[in-house]
Each structure stands twice: as C-alpha cells, then as structure tokens.
C-alpha cells in the first residue's frame, strides 16, 4: 500500500519532509509463521549424516537452524484497506488543520514584525536629512582648519558626490516596497515559503547596505533593531509552506 500513501501524501501535504510509521496490532491467533518443510527435511537428512542419534533430538536441532522457519505474507482484505486508507486520510486532515492554526499564529508575527520594520524605516528617513547636514558641517569644519582658499564650485561639486556615494534613498525605497510586497504575498492562499524567504533575503540586502552607508550612529543602532527584526522573521520562514 506505499504507493497509494505516497500518492495520497503528495496530493494534499505541500513541501516539509514526512515520516510516517503505520502500526498493525493483530488480535486473531493463527500465526502466519509456517515450517519450512523442505529446508528441514535437508537439515535432518545432513545431520543423520554426521550422527546416527535419536530423530526427535535431531529435529529439535533442525528447527533451531536458520530459515527453517518461514513467514508468508497475508493478502490485506478490502475492507481492510479501507479502513487503513480512512484513517490515514483522517490522519492528513488533522496535520493539515494544525499546520493552518500554526499559520495563522505566523501570520500575526510576521504582520507584527513587519510593522517594526516600517516603523523603524520611518525613523531612518526622519534622520537621514540630520545626518546630510552633519556630512556638510564635517567638510566644511575640516576645510576652515586647513586655512586655505579653495574653489567654493569644486568644493560644492566634491560634496554632492560624497552626498550621492553615501546616499540611501534607494535603499529606503526599495526596503519599503519590499515590505509591502511581502505583505502582499503573504495573502495569497497557496504555498509561497519559499518566495517569502526570497524577499526577506532582499530585505536584509537593503538594511545592510543602508547601515553600510548611514555613517551616522542613530541610524546605525537603528539599524541593528532591524536586523534582529528580520532575523526573527527568518527564523519564522523555516516552518511557513
């Protein structure tokens, strides 16, 4: 019967691994472990050979050598099997009910989770024009100590440069649709782990390089909490379907 569990299995169990063990408790008493007749008989006549003893001594010895006993293997009725298919379907019901409750409670995680990353994106685009101002009050205090003349154009055109190298509006951009999108699929009703880890892995590119560039210490810590908000996150995607 393992090709038809296996059938029914893939048909409405989705990703994970499976173990299934089916235990068989026989109440009736005939044995299905039968004498090997034959193999006896060859045992018996060899150890005649070898000692010329009383029969019954020697078929005592017989029957303790290997295969002398055999098992055959009993057809399975069909009602048998129908009750073993109900109960196995009943069984893959009841995972597929607990894997739902199991979602719903991911689902209100993650939904939490994600609404401390926005929150926490807000507080990076609040200070990213802080952090701006103190990039050009650093060149600007750096260029007076030299006490030297230099060309305000060149200078004005070296400060957007570094203001572009260190720019994370992208980032921020980027980070928050990935948010929504992950919002997005998450509704959806059908199988989509494997997609939602694919973003979440996105998400963490995008946090990454804007604590790479921030070069500014609140959002750096900033930062940091959202990367333990992901991480948990993560850590949730390895039992969502």
């Known amino acids: ?32 472990t039968v004498l090997n007749k034959e193999v006896i008989k060859a045992y018996l006549t060899q150890l005649s050979d070898i ?10 010895m017989a029957v303790r050598l ?29 995972v597929n009910q607990h894997r739902g409750k199991e979602g719903e409670t991911l689902e209100k995680d993650f939904v939490h989770r994600l609404t401390q990353l926005s929150d926490l994106l807000e507080k990076v685009i609040a200070l990213d024009p802080e952090r701006k101002e103190r990039v050009n009050e650093k060149l600007n205090a ?40 992950f919002k997005e699929i998450m509704g959806q009703n059908q199988a989509n782990g494997k997609k939602l880890g694919f973003i979440a892995q996105e998400m963490g590119r995008e946090i990454n390089t804007i604590g790479s560039k921030a070069n500014h210490a609140g959002i750096q810590k900033i930062v940091v909490q959202m990367k333990d908000e992901l991480e948990k996150i993560k850590e949730q995607l390895l039992n969502v379907l």
Do not use: C, W
Request: net charge negative; hydrophobic share 40%.
């Open 51 to 60: 000692h010329q003893g009383d029969t019954t001594e020697l078929l005592k």
């Open 1 to 32: 019967m393992e090709a038809e569990f296996r059938k029914r299995i893939n048909a409405k169990l989705l990703r994970g691994k499976v173990d299934v063990n089916i235990f068989v408790d026989h109440s009736g008493v005939e044995s299905a």
């Open 66 to 94: 290997p295969d002398a006993l055999k098992t055959e293997k009993e057809a399975i009725e069909e009602e048998e099997t129908k009750a073993v298919l109900s109960l196995f379907d009943a069984a893959i019901e009841k």
């Open 142 to 181: 750096a260029l007076t100590q030299l006490e030297v003349n230099i060309d305000r154009n060149r200078f004005e055109q070296e400060l957007i440069y570094y203001l572009e190298k260190y720019d994370i509006t992208e980032e921020k951009v980027r980070l928050a649709n990935h948010i929504d999108y």
